[in-house]
Each structure stands twice: as structure tokens, then as C-alpha cells.
């Protein structure tokens, strides 16, 4: 996939268990996030969104966290499942009522072991 | 539930060559974008576009690259004459809004430039 040789922080956890993805993000003003999941030769794929006039927001089995005072985020996958298996990106907009671009991490690998 | 679509999925070519990736951006999106995303690296930001025109480039969209939307559904990333370290894949996005609007992303082409 992509992402083969990318020294990414891997997580390990367990079918059932809950995982908790980390990002750290470095512009005070961003006022957009968004967690994606890549699978091997796929594209990124949307899973939530959180604004930064909000810091906790939940959907299906996921919830993000968002910290503003220390400039860091998380993905919360409840009764993570062998299809959460995956590289996942935290992406932040750095230009609040500008432009749309969106910066990258550089991904967290899960693994979900049987 | 719409998609964006990308083609072709892999395209191999040879240095100097013009090489044009295509997309089809979700229906009633406005914003569309590409991102690329070399072997082991982040997803990065090429281009924003927006009524026919650009409205954000990164530095790594010189003079080589171009975009166009030369329909109401195509929209095109253009390499004039592609270098080695163009291999990567180029992801195509859409979204409905600007600022604070999820971007939607396709499912990219591999380039390999030889």
C-alpha cells in the first residue's frame, strides 16, 4: 500500500477493544479536523469531523476529542473490529476563513489482532 | 451514496511524458482538489479549484502542472513532462463548501514515472 516503508506509530489492539488514536497539531488557528482511514491502495475516507468551536463529537462506534489548550486530537474506535484495520490521518484547515486546503499527519497504523 | 471517481487507477510513463489524471468530483460539489501522496509520505496538498479557476496551489504545483474542468463533471490534473519523483499517488477531492466543509476523496491513480 502507500504507506509501506513509512515509519508509522503503530497501534495494536485486541477484537473488542476499544482504540484511541493520538494527533498533535501545531497551528493554534485551525478551526477544522477531520479523522480519515486509508486502506491498503485506497483512497482517504472520511469518518468524522470536528469543529473547533466544539470539543468532543461522537458518530458510529467513533468519537473525536478535540483539545484546543494543548493543540491535540483523538479518534476513539469502540469495539474495534477487524475492518477498522488501517492507516489513520488526522487532517486539520490551518486557514480559517480562507482557503480549504487541508494539512496531513502522518497516520497511525491499526492493527487489530484476533 | 456518491463517490468521487478516479481514472485511470494506474498509470505508468516514461520521464519527459505528459501524462493527464482525470475525476469525476461528486455531483453537486464546488470545490475540487488533488492531493498527492508519494511512496512512505503524507498526503500532501497540490491544488484547490473553484468556479474555473484556482484558488490555492502549493509550491509543488509549478509550472508543469495544470488543472481544468473542461466539462460540467471531468475535472483533469495535467503533468506537461513528468520527472521521476512525480511517482506518487494523486488523489482527486470534492467538496460542497469552502471552510469547514469535509472533502471527499477518490480512490487515486497510481503514477509511475520510469
Known amino acids: 500500500g502507500e504507506n509501506v516503508g513509512l515509519h508509522l506509530p503503530t497501534l495494536s489492539v485486541q477484537e473488542g477493544d476499544n482504540s484511541i488514536i493520538n494527533c498533535a497539531y501545531s497551528n493554534s488557528a485551525s478551526d477544522y479536523f477531520i479523522w480519515y482511514k486509508q486502506e491498503s491502495g485506497k483512497g482517504p475516507q472520511f469518518i468524522i469531523d470536528?469543529?473547533?468551536?466544539?470539543d468532543k463529537r461522537q458518530g458510529q462506534r467513533v468519537t473525536v476529542l478535540l483539545n484546543k489548550t494543548v493543540k491535540h486530537l483523538s479518534l476513539q474506535i469502540a469495539a474495534t473490529q477487524p475492518g477498522d484495520s488501517a492507516v489513520y490521518f488526522c487532517a486539520e484547515n490551518r486557514e480559517p476563513g480562507g482557503g480549504n486546503k487541508l494539512t496531513f499527519g502522518t497516520g497511525t497504523q491499526l492493527k487489530v489482532e484476533l | 451514496e456518491p463517490e468521487v471517481t478516479q481514472t485511470p487507477s494506474h498509470q505508468v510513463t516514461q520521464m519527459g511524458q505528459e501524462v493527464i489524471l482525470r475525476c469525476v468530483p461528486i455531483?453537486?460539489?464546488?470545490?475540487f482538489y488533488w492531493y498527492r501522496q508519494i511512496l512512505g509520505q503524507k498526503v500532501e496538498f497540490l491544488v484547490s479549484?473553484?468556479?474555473?479557476?484556482?484558488?490555492?496551489k502549493s509550491e509543488i504545483f509549478d509550472d508543469q502542472f495544470s488543472v481544468e474542468r473542461p466539462d460540467g463533471s471531468n475535472f483533469t490534473l495535467k503533468i506537461r513532462s513528468t520527472k521521476l519523483e512525480d511517482s506518487a499517488m494523486y488523489f482527486c477531492a470534492s467538496g460542497r463548501g469552502i471552510n469547514q466543509e469535509t472533502q471527499y476523496f477518490g480512490p487515486g491513480t497510481r503514477l509511475l514515472v520510469l
Open positions: 470536528i469543529r473547533s468551536n466544539m
Open positions: 479549484f473553484y468556479n474555473n479557476e484556482i484558488s490555492e
Open positions: 455531483s453537486n460539489h464546488l470545490y
